[in-house]
């Protein structure tokens, strides 16, 4: 969709308000899960199983979402899934028990499923060699909202009053996500370009189409694995510096709020740059490797200060990492068919939050603390085997 300089500017700013306002909604919530749980009396296993409830929904969501946004429009999905987002905040701020929580994460992972639908609509308004460097600055409204979400939920936290202390926090991230849904309806115009409907084969024919495709099956491959590792940090890091640093969730969330600043520059200033020099699977590969650094140092680390700098990495990698993986499928896929193809690897990314959480929890309560992290360490290298056949592939010859 080719739109005049000065309205692909206001669609962009639009665009990323809407993301900022749903990221710091879903900011706020994540640091405080595990302590949440633990009103509940709940065991680390179950802890990580209430990440892995929202990730089921987002795996069934994902896919459902994104290729109904290539049919029927982006900004009709938007408004529902971000409403129902935004309800399911509040419902949870008056669980009244675990398995009532367990319900709701599952609901709110579905309608969570529309970060491909958002993607799309970025795709839409954004010139082909644009793509990496729009990514970037997506991401980069991504870690502003995790900026500014995690130190709101931290400071609003009253864990000492059980699951009641964490009601506030609740009632603001609907709000956030809330404020959203009426950017969405106010503000959002339809995207989706013109063209052949999306196909509606059978759904097997479609899924093997993708991953057939050289570039999009070995990018949903990386995507996979580094999700894996990194979704059962998420879901112990809380319990990990609640044991080695005495840290609750004011520490936490400051400290995610410091991981996303770093990460809104990185991606906003410092992804798009490289992809531009460098090309995205060269940016991807180098993406994984500070990664891989970063999960080693947190492992390791003997103080708090060392853990950071892991975490910095880390964060570092992803950043040059994950808006490159979205700008090669939106190369690599067709037009009308985008939403449908950054579903599929949401999705992917999804079902890696479904067992990567549960095995961390396994790992955390059986084997040590930092076993997540060298676990997540070691699933790098494959998806560095991955992103070496892609750099191939893209610097050979046409």
Request: glycine share 12%.
């Amino acid at each position: 969709m080719n739109l005049p300089p000065a309205e692909e500017r206001r669609a962009l700013i639009v665009l990323l308000s809407v993301i900022f306002l749903m990221i710091a909604g879903f900011g706020l919530v994540i640091p405080l899960l595990p302590f949440f749980a633990q009103a509940f009396h709940a065991p680390a296993w179950q802890v990580t199983l209430l990440f892995s409830a929202f990730s089921f929904g987002q795996f069934l969501g994902e896919p459902f979402w994104g290729k109904l946004s290539d049919r029927v429009g982006r900004k009709p999905v938007l408004v529902i899934t971000i409403t129902a987002v935004a309800v399911s905040y509040a419902a949870l701020a008056f669980a009244p028990n675990l398995p009532a929580a367990f319900a709701i994460r599952f609901l709110c992972g579905i309608f969570a499923g529309n970060i491909s639908t958002l993607q799309g609509a970025m795709a839409d308004i954004t010139p082909p060699e644009k793509r990496a460097s729009r990514m970037g600055i997506m991401g980069a409204a991504f870690s502003a909202g995790f900026t500014t979400g995690p130190a709101i939920g931290g400071l609003l936290a009253q864990p000492s009053r059980g699951a009641l202390g964490f009601q506030l926090p609740l009632l603001v991230a609907a709000a956030f996500a809330l404020a959203s849904a009426v950017a969405v309806i106010a503000f959002v115009r339809e995207s989706r370009p013109a063209g052949p409907p999306a196909l509606r084969g059978p759904k097997p024919a479609r899924l093997r189409e993708g991953f057939a495709h050289p570039i999009i099956s070995r990018v949903v491959a990386i995507s996979f694995i580094v999700v894996v590792g990194f979704a059962g940090i998420e879901a112990t890091y809380g319990l990990w510096t609640e044991q080695r640093f005495g840290w609750g969730p004011r520490q936490i969330g400051l400290a995610f709020m410091g991981i996303g600043v770093l990460g809104a520059v990185c991606q906003g200033w410092l992804s798009g740059r490289l992809a531009r020099r460098y090309g995205e699977a060269t940016t991807l590969t180098c993406g994984l490797v500070f990664m891989g650094l970063g999960m080693v140092t947190q492992g390791a680390s003997p103080t708090w200060p060392v853990a950071m700098a892991g975490f910095a990495l880390v964060c570092l990698g992803q950043s040059i990492c994950f808006p490159n993986i979205a700008a090669l499928i939106s190369h690599s896929a067709p037009p009308h068919r985008q939403g449908e193809m950054l579903g599929l690897n949401m999705s992917g990314m999804a079902l890696a939050r479904i067992g990567g959480p549960v095995m961390a929890g396994q790992l955390f309560s059986l084997v040590a603390a930092g076993a997540p992290f060298a676990f997540s360490a070691v699933l790098i290298l494959p998806a560095l085997w991955f992103a070496f056949q892609i750099r191939k592939r893209t610097l050979a010859p046409a």
